[in-house]
């Protein structure tokens, strides 16, 4: 890929990531996050993660901000941003953050640049195909515990939500 | 036996349970804690059949281990989640009262069940050599955390503390996988023994990177055993969420923490140019914990939260063992054996606690006053539990304080053993609290208080496994090797 394109998706991602970010307005806000979304969609399909940047789209951008959506229709958005920032919360939030950052940038300078062109990825399989080879073969074992995880979740979310319990 | 083959018996029996919740609608359900109990029994009984063993089945070997720790660690967290789910029997009156239920008991299946699936991630982690089959099983266990604690909703400190431990604990996740994928960024591996491999011949510029990873992971585990300064969410959550949940949560939570530092640390401290540096992390951390931990334990009036400093005082006794590695190998037994009795003293505290609380109805020190009168037998177990807590001679907790201190002054951490001595002559003062409010301070009635029958032969045999253990220490011991 280009990378006039890789830095037009990055700020795209990076931009409207920060917008979720700032925005008072939830539902902006939720928009923001299902933008930057897609640019890292477009990420992944540009590094030959295609399965991934399609996935990426369905599900994140598709399910989860529906999911988004639909729980901020149910909370009072007036609440939201008639809500004051605490100066010192605020004041608190950057100076973590911006250490955070600082230490990351630090860290990172000790990396030599990269200049290299890499080569188009050449698998022996389509991308699902890897995928799916390498989740149910090699990572079996894992992928079996995140089933008893999502059982174990389900229960919790029924045992926490139901109106009564029988 | 296939070591394997325990933990798959683990989730037959979460399955069947969670079927019998499903298949037995609108019928009392209480029946399912002692089948849960009844079933982890059996299973912790079985886990004595089980020895060590290398490969487990070949495909699993970059994921799972079942060595001399591993197996150690699964008997621990059956032997919790058993006293755990008694426990939660004697609570489960204090439980349907806080439940929006539409039949009598209804709802408190899933108060059984899920524990015996947290009971399952605790084991996988015991096994789990690498950093993706860890983080599931971290998930697993933490996940059903959040449940459990926020398990009573009509009760507005239990979904406190639920959305508390939800929101740090996901934080303290991030952290974690984001230490993740700076030491695979860096490594280029996931299994601890192949990234072990790597940091021996990694190229020093790359070393930054790698210590910043570490750095995110000891975040991320700091919280899981609660060290200063990862401890703000302890007690609140410790006292807000069911009892029993509490207890598993100081027990089963923290030692499954412990394990993994003992399984992603080790490499650290095996490569010459990253052990000094973990040392000092460790040492730092030991020092916070304790000092915190004893000095707040101090003026707190509710046994709960009592226990809850306590337990980031005892996880700084913990680290102080870490801390005293040498020559890149951690003292493993020590570990072990202040794990193994601080889940006998621990749990039979809170074990005592929920009786007390079901009649008395409350936590706080003075709900205490006169027990050695009301109930003679369980008095005498909590006070067996303050006096090994606080590390009196002849108990499990004594041995395991000396096994540490042995350790530091072998390591020569001198200002370790120095603040360790003092901040355990703090802990005399508030454990022995407790025993002079039951023995000395009077009732406000003198009504006897009973107990189950299961819950007083519990008692009996955890307080005689705390004197055992803290005379005669080696049967422990020889479990590990």
Redesign the interface.
Known sequence: MSPTLFWIFAAITLGFGAATLINRNPVASALSLAVSFLGLAALFTSLSATFIGIVQVLVYAGAVMVLFLFIIMLLDLKAEQRRQVRLSALIGGVVIAGLFASQVVLVLRHFPKGNHEFPPLSLPHPDAVNIGLTLFGHYNLPFQVIGVLILVASIGVVVLSKRELN | MNPLSLDLAV?ALGLVL?FLEAFN??KEKAFLGWIATAGIGVIFALSFLVSPQEIVAT??V???TADPLAIFFKRFALGTTLIVLIIAIEFRPILSHY?????RN??VA?FF??PV?TC??LM?MASAV?F??IF??L??VT??F??LV??M?RNNPSLEAGTKYLILSALSTGFFVYGITWIFGVTGKTNLGAVGQAILSLPV??Q??LL?GLALLLVGLGFKIAAVPFQLWVPDVYQGAPTPITAFLSVGSKAAGFVLLIRILDPFIKAPATSGKVQLVLVALALLSLVYGNLTAMPQLNLKRLLAYSSIAHAGYLLMALASFQNGHFKQTTVSFYLAGYLLMTLLAFLVMVVVNRVAGGDSIAHFNGLGQRAPWLAFGLTVAMLSLAGIPFTAGFMGKFFVFADAVEAHQWLLVVVGIVTVGAGFYYYLKVVRAMYWNPAKNNEPIQAGRLTQVTVGVLVFLIVALGVYPQPVLDLLK
């Open positions: 989730l969670v609608d609108g495909q699993l970059p994921f799972y439940l929006p239920a539409s039949v209804g709802g899933e069940a899920l699936f399952l991630g996988w690498d993706i089959m599931v099983s998930e697993l996940i059903s959040y449940v926020a398990y909703r510029e790359n930054t990177a910043f």
